[in-house]
């Protein structure tokens, strides 16, 4: 039998995924979601000044590649 057959027939221990348990990793995604998010909006705000000196570009095109980052993120 394999390992997911003897938790489920034992019905005793709970799934785990990268050793947290499944009750938890809900809470765990939304986190990490919420830093990626933020840390991409915290680093926008301290670099797009310099970027926008160094490329000579106005706002929008230095907000693109963020723009693009943020709505790949598949939430």
Sequence with gaps: MNDL???LE????TAKLFG????KTPRLS??????V???SICS???????RQ?????????SRLAFIVFLRSLPF
């Design 20 to 23: 947290i348990d499944s009750e």
């Design 10 to 13: 034992k019905g005793t221990q």
């Design 53 to 61: 000196k160094l490329f000579s570009v106005d706002a929008v095109a």
């Design 5 to 7: 057959q003897t938790i």
């Design 30 to 35: 939304a986190a990490l979601a919420i830093n």
């Design 44 to 50: 926008w705000s301290l670099i797009r000044a310099p």
């Design 37 to 39: 998010c933020l840390g």
